[in-house]
């Protein structure tokens, strides 16, 4: 039995588009949601990250990858009080990786949504920290048992968030 291998070439890999109402509405809803409505679960998750990793992964350009973490993270720090830049800052790198990493895996499998938002929250929260106690001069604790059950949550969630937003592409 003969078996092919095709390799796909980097210009070959299908960069998704948005509409503007849904390039911009969605990050808002994150945002407000994760913001404004103080719902106990909510603590574990990060609805502005899932944006961003979405939307990273799906564009597949690390410049508007880096562009839309910044943006959500600087509005999510304006709308929350924390100095501006924290979440920014975090978001950005994680725009930045996500979008690059949406080039060389496949990011439409669930099993490597989870793992991979897994691993994104992970590096959420460490430059988060990093930021935070290092340039701001914050006193905040890392808690292992939280960052690793938000870090499970969300993996749990981009599953199913990703299938629904993937409705939401537009076909060329």
Not at 42 to 61: E, G, H, K, S, Y
Not at 131 to 145: D, K, T
């Given at each position: 039995m003969h078996s092919s291998v095709s390799l796909t070439s980097r210009e070959e890999i299908e960069v998704h588009r948005f509409s503007w109402p849904v390039s911009?509405?969605?990050?808002v809803a994150a945002i407000f949601l994760q913001v404004f409505l103080r719902i106990r679960f909510?603590?574990?998750?990060?609805?502005?990250?899932?944006?961003?990793?979405?939307?990273?992964?799906?564009?597949?350009?690390p410049v508007p990858g880096m562009i839309t973490g910044a943006l959500i993270g600087s509005l999510q720090d304006a709308w929350t009080g924390h100095p501006i830049g924290l979440f920014g800052i975090a978001k950005t790198i994680v725009g930045y990786?996500?979008?690059?990493?949406?080039?060389?895996?496949d990011v439409d499998n669930p099993g490597s949504r989870f793992l991979m938002t897994f691993a994104f929250v992970l590096i959420h929260r460490f430059v988060y920290m990093?930021?935070?106690?290092?340039?701001?001069?914050?006193?905040?604790?890392?808690?292992?048992?939280?960052t690793l059950l938000s870090a499970f949550v969300n993996g749990l969630a981009a599953v199913v968030l990703f299938a629904l937003l993937d409705k939401l592409k537009l076909r060329n």
């Open positions: 911009i509405g969605i990050p909510l603590t574990v998750l990060d609805l502005p990250l899932l944006v961003t990793i979405f939307f990273a992964v799906a564009r597949r350009r990786l996500g979008s690059s990493l949406g080039v060389k895996v990093a930021i935070s106690l290092q340039l701001v001069g914050g006193s905040e604790a890392w808690i292992w048992g939280h």
